[in-house]
Structure formats: C-alpha cells, structure tokens
C-alpha cells in the first residue's frame, strides 16, 4: 500500500431533526456510547495522521463531548459549519482543518451517524483506493429496497460515472440497486479543486459532495468503488427506529464478543451489555441482565437474573441476584439479593452477604 499520508474529515454538523430531539444526532447513544464515538473508534484502527470533524448544530455540545471521550491518542481538530449548506460545503469547511503538508496524501470522508460501520471496512476502502490510484473511490452497497439512497451510475468502462440522489433521479436510475453509503476515500489534492467546481443545481438547492464524482469522472480521472459485503455496516441513523435498529445490531456484536471470550449467556437476546463495560472469563450472565457503562464484573461471577449495574465493579465469584446498582463496589464471593438496591458509592465487602429486600447505603 502507498505510503502516503492519510487524514479523515467526519462529518458531524447536522441537527438531525426526525430524531425530535434537542440532543444533537451525533450525541445520541448507542449501547452507551454517542453514535459519532463508534465512528471515530473505527477511525481509531487506521493509521489516520489527522481527524477533522465538522460541527454545526450545538456545536459546543458536541465538541464537548468528543474531546472528553475520544479514542485514546487521537487528536481531533474540530470546524464549524456555521450555515447547513449541504455535504460538499461541509466537507470543504473540514478541509480547512488539515494541514498544507498533507495535500499529495488521502482523505477519508464519512457520515457521523454510521455507528456501525467496522474498522477493517475502512481499510479495505483505502487499501483499494490506493491499489487503483483512482482519483476517487466510494463504499457501495447492493440493496433490495433502495429507495432513498443516492445511486452509483457506472460508464461504459464501469467506473463510477455519477451519483444521482433520490429526489434527483429518473425511473431508470431508481431501478438501479447499488448505492452510494456516504464514504469515501479521495486523492486530497483532487478534492478541494473538485469541490469549487460543485453548484447547487438540485431538488434542495445544497452542494452535494456527490456531484464530486461526476466533476472527477468527466475530467478523467478514474472514479472506482468497493462494495461492502454487509450493507448493514453502512447504515445510516436518521430516527429513532434506525437507532433502535443499529443498537440490536451493535448488541449482538458485543454479545458474541464476549461469548467467545468466556462468557455465560443464558439468553443472549435478553442481555444488554454497554461497549466499555470488561467482563473476565467464566462469568455468567443470566436473563434480564444489563450492564451499562464501565462496570467491570470479575471472573467466575454470576449476575442475574433481572439486575442492573452501571459504572459498578463486581469482585471474582460474587453472585448477584435481582439487584439494581449504581457506581457501587460489590467484593469477591459476596452474595447479593434478590431484590436489593445499593445506592451509589456503597460498599459489599468481600465474602458479605447482603439478603433479600434490603437497601445498602454507603
């Protein structure tokens, strides 16, 4: 693979409004962890010397975040896109957070609301970008239903000749099932002169970072593709249903993780597991268990069933039953339960047996 520089432009400036919601799109959660961190966790995986995102609306909230919360050792510059004139102006907005030096490398380019989308995607994506030397290369998916999504319309040599977006298109483009998932990899010194060449001659009267493809194409540079084998990886969060929809998905991920790591599940459709929660080996989690945030639960523990835990950490062999904590300490070999509450910052001292309808305060 070339060794040239790689950055990434993430863009996360949109209000989201059909999640109906004043937290903004990006923030929302997904199996505890704000859906735009799942992104920048896949980012995390590649050798990306520079991340931009793109904030707009409450961009202080969202700045906010991300600088608290980011993958360890990235560093983000982050650009407002003060008006939402459409993807191209935004991504233009984000090129101005990379640095000059790196105009002969690649730049990734990608939605904040693909929270599922898998590390070795991206790689793939670029690996093939850069094999090609194509001035441009998009993750494509195959679907049955494709209404609603931008399609890929391929020239005679089958390189991408265009994108044509839903409101845009004819009855034949519609008929067409591959489409485009909003990620790209570009040439970088092509993407900037590319963008000033976009205009807002569409049904919404916005730059579309699609119209890039046809400005590419038409200038002769090769426009190529990879299609992603899962086009679950690629969707989009735009309400509450998709969210719904993505968190079973990332919930199964995680489920099976820890399953094959050496974790019990008696019912794995009826246990909810947080992404920063560490579970040991030989723990058994029984129905109705849900682990959120960064509780850690100790080998050969057993939990559940119908307990809840957030941010509490639980000692090897403890046995907890139908118990609802938070930020709590639960010691090795206790006993817990059923039905008992521990208030935030208690203590169960190791080998304790805390019995039935009882309350434990700090």
């Known amino acids: 693979m070339s060794t040239r520089a790689l950055s990434a432009v993430v863009l996360a400036a949109g209000e989201g409004s059909r999640m109906r919601s004043n937290r903004p799109k990006p923030l929302h959660h997904l199996c505890g962890r704000p859906m735009v961190l799942h992104v920048l966790d896949a980012l995390a995986e590649l050798d990306v010397d520079r991340v931009v995102v793109v904030v707009g609306h409450r961009a202080e909230w969202v700045t906010k975040t991300l600088v608290e919360r980011a993958p360890e050792g990235m560093e983000i510059e982050f650009v407002e896109q003060a008006t939402q004139r459409g993807t191209g102006d935004a991504v233009a907005v984000g090129l101005t957070g990379l640095s000059q030096s790196d105009e002969e490398g690649d730049v990734v380019v990608l939605p904040g609301d693909t929270p599922l989308l898998r590390a070795p995607t991206l790689a793939a994506l670029v690996r093939h970008h850069r094999s090609t030397d194509a001035g441009a290369t998009l993750l494509t998916?195959?679907?049955?239903?494709?209404?609603?999504?931008?399609?890929?319309?391929?020239?005679?040599?089958?390189?991408?000749?265009?994108?044509?977006?839903?409101?845009?298109?004819?009855?034949?483009?519609?008929?067409?099932?591959?489409?485009?998932?909003?990620?790209?990899?570009?040439?970088?010194?092509?993407?900037?002169?590319?963008?000033?060449?976009?205009?807002?001659?569409?049904?919404?009267?916005?730059?579309?970072?699609?119209?890039?493809?046809?400005?590419?194409?038409?200038?002769?540079?090769?426009?190529?593709?990879?299609?992603?084998?899962?086009?679950?990886?690629?969707?989009?969060?735009?309400?509450?249903?998709?969210?719904?929809s993505a968190e079973a998905e990332l919930r199964d991920r995680i489920n099976e993780r820890w399953m094959r790591r050496g974790v019990t599940m008696w019912d794995p459709e009826r246990t909810y597991i947080d992404t920063e929660v560490h579970l040991e080996a030989d723990v058994s989690l029984l129905p109705g268990v849900i682990l959120r945030g960064g509780c850690t639960i100790g080998e050969g523990a057993e939990i559940g069933p119908d307990t809840t835990l957030a941010d509490t950490t639980v000692g090897e062999r403890a046995i907890i039953r139908s118990t609802v904590a938070e930020r709590a300490t639960i010691g090795a070999r206790a006993h817990v339960g059923p039905f008992v509450t521990i208030a935030p910052g208690s203590v169960v001292a190791e080998g304790e047996t805390v019995p039935p309808f009882r309350t434990v305060e700090p």
């Open 141 to 244: 998916a195959e679907l049955d239903e494709p209404t609603g999504y931008g399609r890929v319309v391929r020239g005679k040599d089958q390189s991408v000749a265009r994108i044509v977006e839903e409101a845009d298109a004819t009855d034949e483009d519609r008929d067409v099932r591959e489409v485009n998932t909003s990620i790209y990899c570009f040439r970088r010194a092509l993407l900037a002169p590319s963008l000033r060449r976009v205009r807002p001659s569409n049904a919404q009267g916005e730059y579309y970072l699609t119209d890039v493809i046809e400005v590419l194409s038409s200038a002769g540079y090769r426009v190529d593709s990879l299609l992603v084998s899962d086009p679950m990886e690629t969707a989009g969060v735009n309400d509450r249903a998709q969210l719904a």
